[in-house]
């Protein structure tokens, strides 16, 4: 298959790209990896009337940290991340999350503010941003504003992104020092999406667990925070009861659908079982 006809620009800035989306009107979309929009359009499920590719705009891959921020341009490669020694030391989950999508050549061009901007439900940064209590910032017609992840994904592919805004940074919390994280998921393929996927934080002092964070992905039509797994935790501990408690509150959370790849009795199952594995793992990351 080939696209639909469509107008390309290239612009230097995102001042000229907020110019070209607002002449077309909500008709044109934002390029910047490629690994989801092009063959959307390939296949016509997408058929934008003008490509607006952000790769040429100096700046929007930068990655540094201040006062336990770390601020990632939303043109930021995925490979760059997997092996960024600011991830590596200040945001270890996300690095880790990195492993997981797709294939080297998929990481190789895909952007973190792509992902996020796809809003795939079953992708594994969008969790990840739930997880770290991240936001993004975006530049519109209006100016700029910053949105939290909790009231960035409206549903399947949709986020509180407007047709004329333009995702410029990721903006993540520095992990707590000595604490613990998993990602466990599940996929028929290695590099497909997950059938289900569980992001996990853990801090903790002696039996106590100070903070816990739980995010999944691929079981409803958002990824999601489950806040009431994580008060098990900090409440009760991270005894084998505990931790069971917790998953099974995890299951009951999420509201997966059935499809061709598995049921939503399936993909709640699997969110218990992979709860209690990430949960595990933390605790015994954080032992070493």
């Known amino acids: 298959m080939k696209p639909a006809k469509f107008d390309y620009h290239v612009p ?9 989306l607002e002449r077309y009107q909500g008709e044109a979309r934002l390029l910047a990896g490629g690994q989801s929009l092009v063959p959307m359009m390939n296949f016509r499920v997408a058929q934008p009337a003008a490509i607006v590719d952000l790769n040429r705009i100096p700046g929007l891959d930068l990655i540094e940290e201040a006062d336990r921020l770390v601020r990632v341009g939303a043109m930021a490669r995925q490979r760059r991340l997997e092996s960024d020694a600011v991830i590596g030391e ?3 989950l996300l690095q880790e999350a990195i492993g997981w999508i797709g294939h080297l050549p998929t990481r190789s061009r895909g952007t973190i503010g792509g992902s996020i901007a796809h809003a795939d439900p079953a992708a594994e940064i969008p969790m990840v941003l739930h997880a770290l209590d991240g936001e993004v910032v975006a530049r519109g017609p209006q100016g700029e504003r910053r949105i939290p992840a909790s009231d960035l994904f409206l549903g399947p592919l949709t986020t509180a992104l407007g047709p004329a805004e333009v995702l410029t940074e990721v903006r993540l919390p ?8 998993a990602i ?12 289900a996927a569980v992001a996990v934080i853990v801090v903790r002092d002696g039996e106590r667990c100070m903070k816990a964070r739980l995010a999944t992905a691929g079981t409803g039509p958002v990824p999601r925070r489950l806040h ?5 935790l900090e409440q009760r501990g991270l005894g ?4 069971t408690a917790a998953a099974d509150k995890a299951a009951e959370l999420v509201e997966p659908m059935s499809d061709h790849h598995a049921s939503a009795d399936f993909r709640r199952h699997l969110t218990a079982v992979l709860t209690r594995r990430a949960v595990a793992k933390a605790i ?4 070493q």
């Open 284 to 287: 015994k990351d954080r032992r």
């Open 90 to 92: 200040r945001l270890p």
């Open 228 to 232: 009431e797994a994580e008060a098990i």
């Open 184 to 195: 466990e998921e599940f996929a028929r393929r290695k590099g497909d999406f997950a059938l």
């Open 12 to 20: 230097r800035s995102v001042d000229e790209a907020l110019t070209i």
């Open 174 to 181: 520095a992990m707590a020092p000595g604490g613990g994280h």
């Open 240 to 243: 084998e009861a505990a931790i």
